[in-house]
């Protein structure tokens, strides 16, 4: 990998760091996704640091190219996340038919008084 390449790329992954970062300190995302996403940049930095860890970790799990294993691993990641999302969304129905349920229960005894 070319060195300028190597540069603009970890310094990219710098500038996902300051973003994370900033987006957990304006409450922009939550503790738990920051820690996910803090740990996929570090992922890319030991990538593009030292290259030759894909390669041989592909080598060793029998891939024939390391851009194989790479796809492999990024989709499981964006299933991770969409499991992980999908379940907010469930745990957030529940709560909102709730609060729906309440409140109707709470007009109703209005109503009677």
């Known amino acids: 990998m070319a060195l300028n390449l190597k540069i603009f790329l970890i310094l990219l992954s710098l500038f ?5 970062f900033k987006m ?5 995302l939550s503790m738990k ?13 030991l ?3 030292f290259p030759n860890i894909i390669e041989s970790l592909a080598h ?3 891939f024939k190219e390391a ?3 790479l796809f492999l691993i990024a989709i499981f990641l964006l299933f991770y996340i ?6 907010t969304i469930s745990k957030l ?9 309440e409140l109707s229960l709470l007009k109703h005894d209005l109503k009677k008084k």
């Open 93 to 101: 129905q529940e709560m909102n038919r709730r609060l729906v349920q």
């Open 24 to 28: 957990i300190k304006a409450k922009h």
């Open 60 to 62: 060793f799990l029998g």
């Open 33 to 45: 996704f920051g820690m996910y996403w803090t740990i996929v940049f570090i992922f890319l930095m």
């Open 47 to 49: 990538l593009i640091i």
């Open 82 to 87: 969409v499991f992980a999302l999908y379940t």
């Open 67 to 69: 851009p194989n294993l």
């Open 16 to 20: 996902g760091f300051i973003s994370i």
